[in-house]
């Protein structure tokens, strides 16, 4: 009997070594070290490691889920993991997948939004790439509490537009709405710099005015060095206590509802972002704006034009008197040779199957 008693011993032992030598290989071994195969795994807070094992085998990246299992189990590597998205590799030894899984770093997904890009646009934009519910955005762009959290207060902007600055981000599905708002917020902060700040106080206008005006300059040229001189025509006709008459702000007050065309009846529909009947600037910013805008609503160029048009390539004619306006939108606007396959008029028609 004590013979046998040993002999199962050592068979035993045996057994759990080769088990354990088995499962140390696999813990070393890549499933496929030619493979150039990847997954990416959204690990959710709370998800277990059979569920999460299961996803990882499914996919491909493992061979063997309960060996994985029970090797981060013995390792005692599961409470160790992050919630988060991961790129996996099929190359990666389950050692290394449990290391990625244990690092919090997780896959990012740039974002740009561009200059003059407005919160309906990036909340599109957000939605769009699948970072982030495009109503939750909108809604703390507008919520008095978020803003308050960010220091928007004092006074209380209408929303967060005009606050978040035009850049690339890198954002995760981890990463919670609030968050990617809160980053480019920060990234707005960081350019409005003390330099900035005095610029304002000398051109008389307060950072939510420049704002205002920088997001109309923005919405209003294609062309970089007609920032100043757009602004300049802004000012001048503020100076004058004459309307602004800017297109885009009256789209602005209508974006929810716009359908690509601009008509009489919007232009004399009074919102608090129509400078066709607002006489002055509107309630609040109508894009973000960059830092050159920003720079040119604070330093105008010097000249007396109160007037401009568009020549259909981006930039636009200059003028002092109504008279001379009423010319260049007959040259330019109401000739459709002029303006045939460039204007946003011809186009939006074009697009909808309306003849110019």
């Known amino acids: 009997m004590k013979r046998f008693l040993t002999v199962l011993s050592l068979l035993a032992l045996s057994a759990t070594a080769l088990w354990g030598t088995r499962l140390a290989l696999f813990m070393t071994r890549p499933r496929d070290p030619q493979s150039q195969n990847s997954a990416v795994i959204l690990v959710k807070r709370g998800a277990s490691p059979a569920e999460l094992t299961r996803t990882l085998q499914n996919t491909g990246v493992i061979e063997d889920a309960d060996r994985f299992l029970l090797g981060g189990k013995i390792l005692r590597r599961w409470n160790h993991v992050k919630a988060g998205e991961y790129r996996l590799f099929a190359k990666m030894t389950p050692l290394e997948i449990l290391g990625v899984l244990e690092s919090g770093i997780s896959v990012n997904y740039s974002v740009t939004i561009h200059e003059g890009d407005n919160i309906f646009e990036i909340a599109q934009t957000m939605s769009e790439q699948g970072l982030a519910d495009r109503a939750r955005i909108l809604e703390l762009c507008k919520s008095p509490?978020?803003?308050?959290?960010?220091?928007?207060?004092?006074?209380?902007?209408?929303?967060?537009?005009?606050?978040?600055?035009?850049?690339?981000?890198?954002?995760?599905?981890?990463?919670?709405?609030?968050?990617?708002?809160?980053?480019?917020?920060?990234?707005?902060?960081?350019?409005?710099?003390?330099?900035l700040a005095a610029l304002a106080q000398r051109s008389g206008l307060n950072r939510h005015e420049v704002l205002t005006l920088a997001s109309i300059i923005e919405k209003e040229t294609g062309a970089p060095e007609e920032r100043p001189i757009i602004s300049s025509v802004f000012h001048n006709r503020l100076r004058k206590k004459m309307r602004l008459q800017s297109d885009p702000t009256t789209i602005y007050g209508i974006w929810e509802t716009y359908s690509g065309n601009i008509h009489k009846k919007d232009l004399l529909t009074p919102t608090p972002f129509n400078t066709y009947t607002v006489a002055a600037l509107p309630i609040?910013?109508?894009?973000?704006?960059?830092?050159?805008a920003i720079r040119a609503a604070m330093s105008p160029a010097q000249s007396e034009y109160l007037f401009f048009v568009s020549q259909n390539d981006g930039r636009h004619v200059f003028t002092r008197t109504f008279a001379e306006h009423s010319e260049a939108v007959k040259k330019f606007q109401l000739d459709r040779k002029a303006r045939e396959g460039k204007s946003w008029r011809d186009l939006n028609r074009k697009k909808e199957g309306e003849s110019p």
């Open 284 to 292: 609040g910013p109508i894009s973000n704006p960059g830092v050159l």
């Open 145 to 195: 509490e978020f803003m308050g959290l960010l220091g928007l207060k004092d006074p209380l902007p209408p929303s967060m537009e005009g606050y978040l600055f035009p850049d690339t981000y890198f954002f995760s599905r981890t990463m919670s709405p609030e968050d990617m708002l809160r980053q480019m917020h920060r990234r707005f902060k960081s350019l409005w710099t003390a330099d």
